[in-house]
């Protein structure tokens, strides 16, 4: 791409380092940018300039903050004995969604995976059983994606786990709502089936 | 969705803003520059705001330009007998990408398009009268999207240039390099055979 304008090709640059956007993608968003408002524009940097610098990882739960505490970790509102642990902010953004969760979360940062140099020294795992130690924490939840991955690292950290009288569970898997029998993998049917669940318990859930 | 933290909250909100991003996929974008170094946030958005304050729209050809003038308008090297009219910035970037012109542009800023309420009054048409009035420039190029709105166009400005000296041309329309000629349209392939051209010429073009 041939620009007349190097603040032009400077700024459709800084947009394609973005992951997903291409050189085509960055120039449309430029574009659109230059037609709007100085005040807006500035606007828009400010804010993403001032997140970067400002945000703050909750010392609890590592979940992003404004402060040193999450607004989910300092919300009196929610019970503090179960822990859900996530692998990444979006999963806390996904549940929160839900409305279905009252209790704390735990962000990982990642989940146990050798194949990417991901270990568990790099994950919040240590900071987690601390957590756990206090003995506060009747339950933990592992809300991890259904993989190999994810398996090992709630295997991991359930061994870590096993002389701190808790209950960890992990969110159910198997045919999703809406989803179909005949399209379903091998693997999630075989445990959607030894994982069965009484009719009387499936219609009090209410969903 | 429902963010821990306001600063995140504004950030994926400033993104979703612009076109073809949606909360989800401005959330990655958030995420991607929490990740990233400070530094390389704040130049991020440093270049943005900057693109916006100082761009300027060449007072020539109304490309857009980093001076008065844009680097294309100041370039001794390239012709100023010929003209390529164009619609907007992105066709400039288009055709100088094909390294085949050597000329000079004149961005309109749109075309005439009386259903999305642009009329002549809100392009560049005046401005480039007066270019041809000055009596340098011998050919005018329409490089026009082939439609409706783009015929007007030119036949708008066909009539106000009547009476001036200058050879009017647009860019050859017809079944694409590499198309299918089963799949093209009915109006595109007419206008092909309306318009054929001698092979020697075609051979020629070197093309």
């Known amino acids: 791409m041939i620009f007349s304008s190097s ?8 947009f394609a380092k973005l992951p997903g956007i291409g050189k085509k993608t960055a120039l449309r968003l430029v574009l659109h940018l230059l037609k709007q408002d100085e005040g807006d524009v500035s606007h828009f940097s400010h804010t993403i300039s001032r997140m970067r610098s400002e945000i ?3 010392r609890n739960c590592y979940n992003i903050a404004d402060a040193d505490l999450c607004n989910i970790c300092s919300n009196r509102m929610r019970g503090s004995e ?17 409305q279905q969760f009252n209790g ?3 962000v990982l940062g990642g ?26 924490v009747k339950e933990i939840i592992f809300a991890l994606n259904p993989n190999i991955q994810g398996d090992t690292t709630i295997y991991y950290i359930g061994k870590k786990l096993k002389d701190i009288p808790v209950k960890i569970t992990t969110i159910a898997r198997g045919i999703a ?31």
Chains 1, 2 share one sequence.
Not at 7 to 14: D, F, H, R
Not at 111 to 136: F, N
Not at 180 to 207: C, F, K, P, Q, W
Request: aromatic share 6%; glycine share 6%.
């Open 7 to 14: 603040l032009l090709e400077s700024a459709v640059n800084e």
């Open 177 to 207: 709502f809406g989803g179909e029998l005949e399209y379903a993998d091998e693997m999630t049917l075989a445990r959607s089936i030894s994982n069965r669940i009484a009719v009387e318990h499936y219609i009090s859930s209410g969903l």
């Open 82 to 98: 179960i822990i859900c642990v996530v692998e990444n902010i979006r999963d806390v953004i996904a549940i929160e969604s839900t």
């Open 56 to 58: 703050k990882f909750c």
């Open 111 to 136: 989940i146990i995976s050798p194949l990417d140099g991901v270990g568990p020294d790099q994950l919040t795992i240590d900071a987690l059983v601390e957590r756990v130690k206090t003995g506060a």
């Open 104 to 106: 704390l979360y735990h």
